[in-house]
Structures are given as structure tokens and as C-alpha cells.
């Protein structure tokens, strides 16, 4: 039994994934021995709910300056991001000298819609690479890990913050306890903490498995933010279900009596006690979907290889990592994986060592199947991609459930 890393209570592991590669260490040809693995598996606290990984990954392996994962990348995000960006300017930030901090904010894709408008502003962003793209795009960064530390950095040369924003980040991050302190350092009084992470609830009712790897450390829900607040002096006042990246919730915290909570946090939290998020027979059926779903992928993949159909990958996001590697799926079932990231083509898959290759390689020629390894972009993949199913191409997916589209 292990200690949550939230309060301390006992955490009871439900699924085991195996030995499991850093989902964005993409490979040279040639150079895949000094690979590193660690055990993927997460459990449920007993105490305060909060579902985590049982095993950490230290931040520098996974978090530098050659992070392959641009949030530009996607027109749907671009939307996303602006639109929360616009929310914010016409909320939260209309007072005198207003400033925003956001916690990992990548290339700036939504700080660059706060700096134009003028509005102070600083991110916050560990990864070189996209810190400096983001600078690049008028966004004012500072390359560090967040924490106590560097929140008591900002407030000496900033002043308090109105607003403290991280869009899938705060899930990254093991030691919380450095994280709520640093905010609550950092955010005037009646300030707002708010962060956007992939939700529980849709992992489970979807047997999204792919959405468990390194980098997503905690696994949230309303309950078990709720819980983390409190033990920081937060409340929970506000949730928003947002259709992203397979489903996620954006939970804004405020100190204890600062705001009233909204009706939308009653009731998620009564829709999640319905669900039995918090219960172990529940996640015990969620791991029982996802090795049913395993195995289905591997038996289609595995027949259609037998009929001599061409299968290939479309999308190597870091969450194919899991799946490959928890399937055995190698380039005998799958010949390449298309991706349109620059830094990730001519380079090997984590662990199950997928050629990737330019998004120009999809049509030339077009596969008989295309794994869509990034689902969660579907509806916006298939639209830029109908000439392949006009071709007689079809897409494989497993997310609820293993099927030919």
C-alpha cells in the first residue's frame, strides 16, 4: 500500500499497465537501447479519492528543452485557448493593472491573445524549446519548474496575480502541496485559480486507457479537487465541462469565503457519487473494460495483418505510447505512424519503435486501415482527411470501444 500524494491516505492500485516508455521520448533510428521504462500503474486513495499514478517519473526526463508537444498544433485549441483568453479579458481582468500567470503555457498560444490586447502578463513554462516560440510570439516567459519558490519570485518582481491559469499541467505535477502554496503566495485575495486537466469521469465511461501515461500524474474529479483545496485554505467554486482532448473539466478554486460556489459544482459532485467515482469497484470495472479492449484491438490488428491489409498509425501523440506498449503493438501490425510534428518524423515511437513519418506519407499510397491513434481530434482529422475514406479507407479506433469507422 502507498501514500497519497495529496493527503497522505492509503492508495490501492486497480490497474497495472506494465513496464511503459516516456510517452515523448521519441527515438533515432538505431539508438533505442538506453531506453528508459517504469512501471505505469494508478490507484485510488482511500481517503480523499484523488486517483494517481503509483510510481513518479522525475520532471527533467520528461520536461526540457526538446518537448515535442506544440498546443498550436491543433485549430480546435487555437478556438479553445482564444476563446479562454477572451473570457478571461472580459471577467476577471477589467480592473486597474490587472496581470495573469499561467502555469505551463507552452508556446503561448493563449497568453499571445492577452499580450496583444496589453494586459501584463507571464508564463511560466519549464520546456525551453516552446517557452522560446512563445516569446517569440510577443508572450513574456520565464523558464522554471512553478513552485513555492518561484511563485514568492514572481510576487516580489509582479505583484499579486488576478488570476493563476494552467491548462493541462496541473495534472503533470506530483507535489501539489509546493504548487497550492505557491498559489496561494502568488494570487491577490479575491483571486481565482483555475486549471483545465483531463476528467476522470470521461477516462472511465469511455475506457480511455490512452489517457494514463507519465506526464498525467493525478487523474482528477470535483470530490478530489475539492478535498485538495480544503487541506490549502480553497474552495471549489466553479466546474465546466469542456469537450478537449477526450473530455475535461475546468475547475476554478478561490479561498475559502471569497465566492460562492456555483450550482454546476453540486451538481457534478452529485452526478460523480452516482457514478461511484470514487469507489474501487468502479475503477475495478473501468480496468476490466480496458484489458477487454486490449485484447479486441490486438485480435483486429492481428487478423487484418493476416489478410494481408496495410494498417499504419495516424497521429503519434504521447498517449499512443501507452497504447502500443500495453498492446505489443510493433511495426508487424503497424507499418509507420503519420504525424505532422517536425521534431517527432524520422524518429522511432517510445518503446514500440513505430517508424513516424510526414503527414505527406498518409496518401502516397493510402493505407487499406488508419489507427487514429489521436481520437480525441476525430471530428477534425476525418474532415481534412476525406479523400482518404472517398479512396475506401477506414479508420480503427478503441475508444469507448474497439471499431472500424
Known sequence: MLNCRVCGGPVEEFLD???QPLANAFREVGQTDDEFFFRLAVGLCGSCTMVQLVEEVPRIRMFHDAYPYHSSGSSVMRKHFDATARHFLETELTGHDPFIVELGCNDGIMLKAVAEEGVRHLGVEPCGGVAE?????????????FQDSTAAGI???DGPA????????????PYMESILSGVDRLLKPDGIFVFEDPYLGDIVRRSAFDQIY?????????????????????????????????????????????RHPTASVAELLAEEEELGLGRMETLRGFAANVRKNRDDLVALLTDLRAQGR??????????????????????????YV????????GRLTPGSHLPVRPPSAFSDPYPDYALLFAWNHAEEIMAKERAFHEAGGKWILWVPEVRIV
Open 17 to 19: 499497465f506494465g513496464q
Open 310 to 335: 496495410t494498417v499504419i498509425g495516424y497521429g503519434a501523440a504521447a498517449k499512443s505510447a501507452t497504447v502500443t506498449n500495453y498492446c505489443g503493438i510493433g511495426p508487424d501490425l503497424v507499418a
Open 162 to 173: 488576478d488570476v493563476i491559469f494552467a491548462a493541462n499541467t496541473i495534472s503533470h505535477i
Open 214 to 258: 507519465d506526464e498525467h500524474f493525478y487523474f482528477f474529479t470535483a470530490r478530489s479537487v475539492r478535498a485538495m483545496a480544503e487541506r490549502h485554505g480553497f474552495a471549489l467554486v466553479d466546474v465546466e465541462r469542456l469537450p478537449v482532448h477526450g473530455g475535461e473539466v475546468r475547475y476554478t478554486l478561490a479561498r475559502q469565503g471569497a
Open 133 to 145: 516560440l512563445a516569446k517569440a510570439a510577443g508572450v513574456r516567459v520565464i523558464s522554471e519548474f
Open 338 to 345: 503519420t504525424d505532422s510534428t517536425a521534431a517527432k518524423q
Open 155 to 157: 510576487r516580489a518582481a
